[in-house]
């Protein structure tokens, strides 16, 4: 199983709506549409999924969880805010969600929505313990550093294709004033630096992440690598780490070459995907980001 995942911030609501619109079509869309009775259950047949994780992105009262319609006026009380769209039927019996997701709604018998979570109480300033919270399953603090549930995902069934990472965290930057609370669960924790993320910060830029340097041919970087492996040899784990640490690290450096040497690569690439496909997933960094997912994921 290959898990995508992406940090969305700041976006732009109309055009969160029109690229996620599109993007949980097309998920939803290669899905077999199937009923199956509620006392069966049906053999599991995803093989990867495709996280988007919309940082202080979307609300839910004005996408998936509407309330009463309350058009919005300027300066009128917080209590009084509820939800900003109006409420339009869905293919499923009494279930709504918010206008302006009409696409979406025509093919919700497809997938699952879950109103029910509640959020413990960990402090309504730093999101990112929140986020520490929904990313590991741990809340903080911690006296071990939690793996991501990517990288639990990725130790647990493994890699598909041999050449791919099994976890990929596509848009996450690092750039925000609580970069290093982010940092600190975007990793592989105590389940060791060979099922942490691949991280690509730039979707436009990801083929930079899998192919040698500018100039660099296969048999100068085949010696860069050896000179490498040297180095990692001689470095802290492999000193003083123990035997785990010292094979997460070297199975690490075999996985990152056998991708940057092998044809699957070309799956990064999105000059690659037909103008129309393009078009379609728009050309910012969000719908890029979805697009470069949708090629990893049938890479396998």
């Known amino acids: 199983m290959n898990f995508k995942t992406f940090n969305i ?4 609501r109309r055009e969160f709506l029109k690229t996620a619109s599109a993007a ?6 290669a899905g077999s549409g199937r ?3 509620a006392d069966e259950h049906p053999e599991a047949t995803a093989d990867s999924v495709i996280l988007l994780w919309m940082g202080g992105g979307m609300a839910s009262t004005e996408t998936f969880d509407p309330k009463q319609h309350v058009p919005f006026e300027k300066g009128m009380s ?7 769209f109006p409420a339009i039927d869905t293919v499923c019996d009494h279930i709504k969600i918010s206008e302006g997701l009409d696409r979406i709604a025509s093919v919700m018998d497809r ?4 109103r029910s979570y509640t959020a413990g109480d960990l402090g309504h300033i730093l999101h990112s313990r929140h986020q520490y919270h929904w990313h590991t399953g741990y809340a903080p603090p911690l006296t071990v550093a939690a793996p991501h549930i990517g990288s639990v995902v990725a130790r647990t069934l493994g890699q598909r294709n041999p050449a791919m990472p099994p976890f990929i965290d596509i848009g996450q930057r690092f750039t925000l004033g609580e970069r290093e609370e982010l940092k600190a669960f975007h990793t592989a924790g105590f389940l060791g630096s060979e099922y942490g993320p691949f991280l690509i910060p730039y979707p436009n830029q990801a083929t930079e992440a899998v192919q040698p340097p500018s100039g660099m041919n296969l048999e100068r970087f085949k010696k860069r690598y050896a000179a490498y492996k040297k180095i990692a040899a001689d470095s802290p784990i492999a000193r003083h780490g123990s ?7 070297s199975r690490s ?9 092998s044809p699957a690569a070309k799956a990064f690439d999105l000059s690659l995907e037909p103008k129309e496909s393009l078009e379609k997933y728009d050309t910012g960094r969000f719908g890029r980001g979805c697009l470069l997912a949708r090629r990893l994921v049938e890479e396998g």
């Open 111 to 114: 997938g699952t929505l879950i």
């Open 35 to 37: 009923t199956f009775a």
């Open 243 to 249: 035997d785990y640490q010292r094979e997460s690290l």
């Open 24 to 29: 949980t079509l097309g998920a939803l869309a």
């Open 9 to 12: 911030a700041n976006r732009d």
């Open 253 to 261: 450096l075999e996985n990152a070459y056998r991708l940057l040497s």
């Open 78 to 84: 917080p209590e009084k805010v509820l939800s900003t």
